[in-house]
């Protein structure tokens, strides 16, 4: 075996074996006769060879299926113990074109496409990485385990977060439905049904389904980040905290509460996040950081907060966020927040008074008139809040104008209420009357 011509004999002889077990439909024998070809090549280091003969016996006339799994299976044993970089890259490639297109080894292929993609990302060729990734389409591979088939989407999504293709990003994540994070594995295993494909088992080095889950909604993070949707990432940070492991860990739960609290102010107000903040408030673990708790406590009170007060109280705790888990609350995060609170204090505004002079208004949200005619502009256009200004005079009324219609239904049922009070009142005059006639009688 020392020499490259007896390498030859063997191999020659082992393919002449090949040949009368494929002929003769030999699974088995073909099976070993391709596997030890390999082996001989492996064992020589003899790299070159084997990659001819791998692509030599994939494309034999009339190659059984079970050979060419066979040979890809061992051949990719080999990769990790390659002696260069180089020889590793030809030997993913080799084994990639003889996987391609056969339904049989798709999951070879994923594997092989995944190292390869990892190879590139290492030598600093994220975009390669990413097109390379993007090839293979997983969702559609019924034996790869569930497990797998998440991890290498998620591997998809991180490669084009990498490379700031957040539209692909976006389109690659919606293959994954958060629902499947919530299923009980244990629950979930069921006797496979004849007829049914045999699903593999994930590989040991794919991470688990709660850390998937955490992995999954960390790229969202990412992923919301870019596009300043505070109320997205809150949710996100709401999931990972929901994980059992991150809920037992008090060093790992209160920097995902603190950014779940942060978030929830930074957030206009709608009704999702009005919902989110009071559940949020009922969380007994807010009670260990009562800062926190007291924020919360103010966004939710229908009072006026003043912004420098509320800056100074928490600036500290604001400037802290960039040393804890997930880092800092990005670049407009506090010019957002004095943003969120005005809304805050014009949405207060409106539910106490109908009417109120500009000057007044502009005085209760510590801003100059225009400043403040401009915010209470921007929520009437984002339809948060009904208002109407009349400049001249300067004042602003908060009153929704009334259909005429509406009008005089409601003086209709006034006037219809107030003639039963009076029948009812009538009533009663008449039968205390009565009652006092009776007595005076006897």
């Given at each position: ?104 080894v798709?999951?070879?292929?994923a ?8 190879i ?6 994220i ?17 790869m ?7 290498f ?47 593999e ?66 957030s206009?107000?709608?009704p ?81 008074y109908?009417r ?32 109407k ?26 006037l ?27």
């Amino acid at each position: 075996m020392e020499g490259g011509g007896n390498l030859d004999a063997q191999i020659e002889q082992l393919l002449n074996l090949e040949k009368q077990m494929r002929l003769s439909g030999d699974v088995a024998g073909t099976k070993k006769a391709a596997t030890d070809i390999l082996e001989l090549c492996f064992k020589a280091g003899a790299w070159k060879t084997l990659n001819d003969q791998i692509l030599v016996l994939s494309k034999r006339r009339g190659q059984l299926k079970q050979a060419v799994t066979a040979m890809v299976q061992q051949a990719m044993q080999y990769i990790d113990q390659t002696p260069d970089l180089e020889t590793r890259i030809e030997l993913i490639k080799t084994l990639n074109n003889v996987s391609a297109g056969k339904i049989y080894v798709e999951i070879e292929r994923a594997r092989l496409i995944k190292r390869l993609a990892k190879i590139k990302e290492e030598q600093g060729l994220i975009a390669e990485a990413a097109d390379l990734m993007q090839e293979i389409a997983v969702e559609t591979f019924g034996a790869m385990a569930k497990t797998e088939k998440i991890a290498f989407i998620l591997e998809q999504v991180r490669l084009c977060l990498d490379r700031q293709d957040y539209v692909r990003a976006q389109i690659l994540s919606r293959k994954i439905s958060p629902r499947v994070f919530d299923i009980d594995a244990s629950k979930e295993k069921k006797k496979p049904k004849e007829g049914d494909g045999i699903v593999e088992e994930a590989p040991a080095d794919i991470p688990s389904l709660l850390e998937l889950k955490r992995i999954y909604y960390e790229l969202m993070i990412r992923y919301y980040s870019h596009n300043n949707d505070y109320l997205e990432i809150s949710r996100c940070y709401k999931a990972i905290y929901e994980i059992p492991s991150v809920r037992e860990n008090p060093p790992q739960w209160i920097p995902v509460l603190r950014k779940i609290c942060w978030y929830l102010v930074l957030s206009p107000y709608d009704p999702m996040q009005s919902s989110l903040l009071n559940s949020t408030l009922e969380d007994k673990n807010l009670s260990e950081i009562p800062y926190f708790r007291l924020l919360l406590k103010q966004v939710v009170t229908m009072e006026v907060i003043q912004w420098t007060t509320l800056w100074n109280t928490y600036k500290a705790e604001f400037e802290n966020e960039k040393s804890m888990l997930g880092g800092s609350l990005g670049d407009k995060a506090a010019e957002d927040l004095k943003q969120r609170i005005i809304e805050h204090n014009i949405l207060v505004v409106s539910k106490y008074y109908s009417r109120i002079t500009l000057k007044r208004l502009a005085e209760l949200l510590c801003l100059s008139i225009q400043e403040a005619e401009k915010h209470l502009s921007d929520m009437v256009v984002s339809k948060a809040l009904v208002a109407k200004i009349d400049r001249p005079i300067g004042i602003v009324c908060f009153q929704t104008s009334k259909d005429s219609n509406n009008v005089l239904n409601s003086w209709a049922m006034n006037l219809e209420k107030l003639l039963d009070l009076v029948e009812k009142s009538c009533h009663q005059i008449h039968k205390e009357t009565m009652v006092h006639k009776a007595a005076l009688k006897a």
